[in-house]
């Protein structure tokens, strides 16, 4: 059974610093695209940054910058290290694990973990 559980979110101050983490089981890890996407209340969930499996990444333009995206195969973890945040980055943060050129083929998502930028 595959699972991606999300932590380290929470209450952060204006130009503070987080690190989530998403830590995969169930899955060949290696052979995954990972990526980090996030909702706040009342708009769609949108995507963050994405490593692809080997290792490329994309981030959305209002995170270039602050945002850095990482994996660990060897952990079976993808982090998003987020700095500089403000109150445009308070959201639920999903990870998702998504691999299309291998069969089976997978798209799997975390539970979540809330960060809230706040003084």
């Known amino acids: 059974q595959v699972q991606l559980v999300e932590s380290g979110g929470g209450l952060v101050q204006p130009g503070g610093s987080l690190r989530l983490s998403c830590a995969a089981s169930?899955?060949?890890?290696?052979?995954?695209?990972m990526a980090w996407y996030r909702q706040a209340p009342g708009k769609q969930r949108e995507l963050v940054a994405i490593?692809?499996?080997?290792?490329?990444?994309t981030y959305a333009e209002s995170v270039k910058g602050r945002f850095t995206i990482f994996r660990d195969n060897a952990k079976n973890t993808v982090y998003l290290q987020m700095n500089s945040l403000n109150s445009e980055d308070t959201a639920g943060y999903f990870c998702?694990?998504?691999?299309?050129?291998?069969?089976?083929?997978?798209?799997?998502w975390g539970q979540g973990t809330q960060v809230t930028v706040s003084s």
């Open positions: 169930g899955m060949l890890f290696s052979t995954y695209d």
């Open positions: 490593i692809t499996r080997d290792g490329r990444t």
């Open positions: 998702n694990g998504k691999r299309t050129n291998i069969s089976p083929r997978g798209d799997y």
